[in-house]
């Protein structure tokens, strides 16, 4: 069926897009490792869907009420959120991982949906109540055990719930902002701007009940439930959910099962594509035909054209077309999606000066090869039902080719976050949402440029993360001063994606703050799981007139090269004291720090280096843990790298095990 007739004749609701399912015989595919494979028709999804209700029901619940969920499994989730769905209930998806920024999030997300259900694992119970313990919230915990509803105690799903009508304009679920450890604020979306934007996303990207989608974005982020599982199950397209975990170990699986299902949409944010190309540079892959790839949507945070156009020349050797990378721009805000580009084309950049970037300000194009030019990609036009306008400070209409705040309304745009007063929504006098974003629309095309944050959010593995809440994890972490550290990110002129940088008061040596730094580094990716790029010692903050920290100058001043030196210093000192620290070592020490290299390979490791003072990201450590249970099955859990968290301490740890 050709997309404009598919997006012409669609229900009003995602319960009636399930029922219409019902004789499908299209399948979800569940791809939880190698050879570790489900599937499940459309219909079997309701099925399973009903089953569980039943279980919601007599737990207590009720239409209206919201619904956490809360669990790894993505075949589990997808059965509880359909569940909720056709009983009335309102799902809430919060992600699970293995730092205390997440735990915290739950408990946050709990707190301002004011006593919800709970859907999630007894495994995530344990570790949440050593949290509470540790954390001073085993209060809070105590609560979210009481309203859990846990997915082992889901045996039989044999005898259905009671199914409750919903209207278009009834929530449908609630999107909560990730990977800000800041309070998470809650996008409602409804029926209504769900099936809107999924009109206008089959519409613009053409989908048809011939594709075959392959995603390993989690379902707890927008593009991965809305974009790869709900506007593909609409369209009646196969799809496949790969384990976001299975990809951070084994990457290059990713490719492989595009290539054995003839796959034609993709989708990854730069962070995945860098993961991607790591592990390839080092391990490499045969026998790949990617030529049915038509789609490899690129969207989730600030795309990197040097990142395209390595991943792209890579893959062309496998027969990816050029054509087929299609960048985007979205947000849960829009249900989704807000532009996109016709598919097909090739995609396109604009080489602008840095300095003309300024709200207000008309863009000057940059000569190719000048350090001023700042190369931006292009990233479509507005998706149908969905209006985009650049706005200045006075939220009035900016003209084409002028930078403003990017400014959205329409069928598909929420109507606020769940628990804020009216007067806190990011509305505009005249109703257009502010997204918080800056652009410019190209002239003459018309076609969106993202230029940048309006509050200095640093994107991060796809996610956001807030710089004064970065530097709050300092503080009480890593008894850094309130006031004598700033984060920020910066791309250098080149460079692949934004690093996450760190400034610190310092007045010593280089030698003295490298063991602060290694402190302070650690506490941060332990905490959040992010890989710190650099600490950089400053001899003062830049601050306005009101005390206000001035992150974007020490941004521009990492971009423009002025720490290099400095960086350069620190770096041979740490090279330096790895070299000396990795001498000797009894045979398995060796092995060990061997695995280690293979994944962390920019530096040499010490037996006694910290991985998170090193700045090991947590998809890094997943790969290092792989590596170590290819050769020691089922010794080391991966949160044991928490405590063990070097090679001595990994070593010892093996030695107990009889190894």
């Known amino acids: 069926m050709p997309p404009e007739a598919m997006a012409s004749d669609l229900p009003t609701t995602?319960?009636?897009?399930?029922?219409?399912?019902?004789?499908?015989?299209?399948?979800?595919?569940?791809?939880?490792?190698?050879?570790?494979?489900?599937?499940?028709?459309?219909?079997g999804l309701r099925s399973a869907a009903v089953g569980v209700l039943f279980h919601l029901q007599a737990f207590g619940a009720q239409p209206g009420d919201r619904v956490i969920l809360h669990t790894s499994s993505n075949e589990q989730f997808l059965d509880g959120f359909w569940a909720c769905l056709l009983g009335g209930l309102v799902p809430v998806p919060v992600a699970v991982?293995?730092?205390?920024?997440?735990?915290?999030?739950?408990?946050?997300?709990?707190?301002?949906?004011?006593?919800?259900?709970?859907?999630?694992?007894?495994?995530?119970?344990?570790?949440?109540?050593?949290?509470?313990?540790?954390?001073?919230?085993?209060?809070?915990?105590?609560a979210v055990?009481?309203?859990?509803?846990?997915?082992?105690?889901?045996?039989?799903?044999?005898?259905?719930?009671?199914e409750h009508p919903v209207m278009p304009d009834d929530v449908a679920f609630i999107q909560f902002s990730s990977g800000s450890t800041s309070t998470p604020k809650g996008v409602l979306l409804t029926h209504r701007n769900l099936l809107t934007n999924i009109r206008a996303m089959i519409e613009g990207a053409r989908f048809t009940d011939q594709d075959i989608s392959l995603s390993w974005m989690p379902l707890t982020h927008d593009m991965g439930l809305i974009g790869l599982h709900l506007c593909m199950l609409t369209a009646n397209i196969e799809h496949t959910i790969m384990d976001t975990?299975?990809?951070?170990?084994?990457?290059?699986?990713?490719?492989?099962?595009?290539?054995?299902?003839?796959?034609?949409?993709?989708?990854?944010?730069?962070?995945?594509?860098?993961?991607?190309?790591?592990?390839?540079?080092?391990?490499?892959?045969?026998?790949?035909?990617?030529?049915?790839?038509?789609?490899?949507?690129?969207?989730?945070?600030?795309?990197?054209?040097?990142?395209?156009?390595?991943?792209m020349q890579e893959m062309q050797r496998f027969g990816l077309a050029r054509t087929a990378m299609y960048?985007?721009?979205?947000?849960?805000?829009?249900?989704?999606?807000?532009?996109?580009?016709?598919?097909?084309?090739?995609?396109?950049?604009?080489?602008?000066?840095?300095?003309s970037l300024a709200v207000g300000s008309t863009v000057a194009l940059a000569e190719p090869g000048t350090a001023s030019g700042l190369e931006l990609m292009t990233v479509g036009k507005p998706v149908r039902d969905c209006e985009l306008r650049v706005a200045g400070d006075d939220d009035l209409p900016l003209a084409a080719g002028t930078v403003g705040h990017l400014q959205i309304r329409g069928g598909n745009v929420t109507s606020g976050y769940v628990g804020l007063p009216a007067d806190q929504q990011p509305l505009t006098a005249d109703g257009w949402l502010r997204t918080g974003d800056l652009g410019f629309l190209t002239v003459p095309?018309?076609?969106?440029?993202?230029?940048?944050?309006?509050?200095?959010?640093?994107?991060?593995?796809?996610?956001?993360?807030?710089?004064?809440?970065?530097?709050?994890?300092?503080?009480?972490?890593?008894?850094?001063?309130?006031?004598?550290?700033?984060?920020?990110?910066?791309?250098?002129?080149?460079?692949?994606?934004?690093?996450?940088?760190?400034?610190?008061?310092?007045?010593?040596?280089?030698?003295?703050?490298?063991?602060?730094?290694?402190?302070?580094?650690?506490?941060?990716?332990?905490?959040?799981?992010?890989?710190?790029?650099?600490?950089?010692?400053?001899?003062?903050?830049?601050?306005?007139?009101?005390?206000?920290?001035?992150?974007?100058?020490?941004a521009q001043a990492y971009a423009d090269g002025e720490y290099d030196a400095v960086v350069a210093e620190l770096d041979a000192l740490a090279v330096a004291s790895a070299r000396k620290a990795a001498a000797g070592g009894s045979d398995l020490q060796t092995k060990i720090r061997h695995l280690c290299a293979s994944v962390i390979t920019d530096r040499e490791i010490g037996l006694d280096d910290d991985f998170f003072e090193l700045g090991v990201s947590s998809l890094s450590l997943a790969q290092i843990h792989e590596r170590i249970d290819e050769e020691?099955?089922?010794?080391l859990d991966v949160e044991d790298l928490f405590t063990k968290s070097t090679i001595r301490a990994v070593a010892a740890h093996l030695e107990e095990k009889g190894l």
């Open 14 to 43: 995602l319960v009636d897009v399930l029922a219409t399912r019902g004789d499908s015989n299209r399948r979800i595919h569940y791809l939880d490792g190698q050879n570790d494979r489900r599937s499940v028709t459309f219909s």
């Open 97 to 142: 991982g293995i730092s205390d920024d997440h735990r915290l999030k739950l408990l946050q997300v709990f707190a301002t949906l004011g006593n919800p259900l709970v859907y999630t694992e007894e495994g995530q119970r344990s570790r949440l109540q050593d949290y509470g313990r540790a954390s001073g919230t085993a209060g809070q915990v105590d």
């Open 145 to 162: 055990n009481r309203r859990s509803l846990f997915v082992e105690q889901v045996t039989d799903i044999s005898r259905p719930g009671r």
């Open 327 to 355: 960048p985007v721009y979205g947000l849960a805000e829009a249900s989704l999606a807000v532009t996109l580009p016709g598919p097909g084309h090739a995609y396109r950049s604009v080489l602008v000066e840095r300095a």
């Open 445 to 554: 095309e018309g076609d969106l440029v993202v230029t940048g944050r309006q509050k200095e959010i640093i994107f991060v593995n796809g996610l956001n993360y807030y710089p004064n809440d970065l530097e709050a994890i300092a503080e009480k972490y890593a008894g850094v001063e309130l006031g004598k550290m700033a984060a920020a990110g910066s791309r250098k002129a080149g460079g692949e994606d934004e690093e996450l940088l760190l400034f610190l008061l310092n007045r010593g040596s280089a030698a003295d703050f490298l063991p602060v730094a290694n402190q302070l580094r650690r506490q941060i990716t332990e905490h959040t799981g992010l890989n710190v790029a650099h600490v950089i010692p400053v001899r003062n903050l830049p601050k306005t007139t009101s005390g206000k920290l001035q992150r974007g100058k020490l």
């Open 245 to 311: 975990r299975v990809f951070s170990r084994r990457p290059l699986l990713w490719l492989e099962e595009a290539s054995r299902l003839r796959a034609t949409v993709l989708c990854s944010p730069n962070f995945g594509y860098k993961h991607f190309l790591k592990v390839y540079d080092s391990k490499g892959v045969n026998g790949l035909d990617l030529s049915a790839v038509r789609l490899l949507i690129n969207g989730a945070e600030p795309i990197s054209i040097p990142l395209c156009e390595r991943f």
């Open 632 to 635: 020691y099955p089922g010794q």
